[in-house]
């Protein structure tokens, strides 16, 4: 079935370090492809999302680049900060239908 | 806009127990979600709706989890008898089009 592997943490940074968290999907169509964030104590919500090949999305510094050859979606942002010490959820979906998540990766940066 | 509202926000049950959690979707929004996502793992779809029919249940432990959407609008999730393994966070999700998905801050179930 359709689903999204991303990498696995935790991922524990310094402050304005770089930051990549790698993620592959497979799917029988063409999905989108979402990125979501979930800070502690919170509920879910939208960073990015990219809907067709080399759609690019970005966020608060961050983005992600819909690559269809090699079925990826990663995220990067290029200087964290305390307040991005969150989970990172992958997901994608196909025609508007359920979103699928990945695991997600738990990033902790430090000061 | 208002968001995705659910309560209660927080349950703790005996096992055996039942238990039914509320979900008030975005004004509109025809497509409703129930998700499950237990600690350490990603969010799996339970159920969806479109306005108050089922379009997927399929990972819906039927014997023991209903669900049912009146009206096109607000849902509940109950769960009877509970189970040690269903404790998680529950979230609620509505959409419109396609990309445009709003999750509720969830209730987290523990069951002791």
């Known amino acids: 079935g359709d689903s999204v592997t991303q990498m696995e943490g935790p991922v524990t940074l310094s402050e304005e370090a770089f930051l990549t968290i790698n993620c592959t999907y497979t799917a029988t169509g063409y999905p989108s492809l979402f990125w979501y964030v979930q800070y502690p104590g919170e509920g879910l919500q939208l960073l990015l999302k990219?809907?067709?090949?080399?759609d690019k999305g970005s966020n608060k510094g961050f983005e992600a680049t819909y690559r269809k050859e090699t079925t990826s979606f990663h995220l990067e942002k290029g200087s964290v900060q305390v307040s991005d010490s969150a989970v990172y959820f992958c997901a994608l979906t196909l025609n508007d239908y359920k979103l699928s998540f990945g695991a997600g990766t738990t990033v902790t940066v430090r000061a | 806009e208002a968001g995705v509202a659910q309560s209660p926000r927080y349950k703790i049950i005996e096992k055996r127990q039942s238990v039914a959690f509320w979900c008030n979707p975005i004004?509109?929004?025809?497509?409703l979600y129930w998700y499950q996502q237990i600690l350490g793992q990603g969010p799996k779809l339970l159920i969806q709706?479109?306005?108050?029919?089922?379009?997927?249940d399929s990972q819906l432990p039927k014997d023991r989890f209903s669900a049912e959407r009146l009206k096109g609008v607000d849902s509940t999730l109950k769960i009877q008898p509970a189970k040690l393994e269903d404790s998680a966070v529950y979230l609620c999700?509505?959409?419109?089009?396609?990309?445009?998905?709003?999750f509720g801050s969830g209730t987290r179930l523990t069951v002791v």
């Open positions: 004004s509109g929004h025809a497509t």
């Open positions: 709706f479109q306005n108050n029919g089922v379009v997927d």
């Open positions: 990219a809907t067709k090949a080399d």
């Open positions: 999700a509505s959409s419109f089009r396609q990309g445009g998905y709003t």
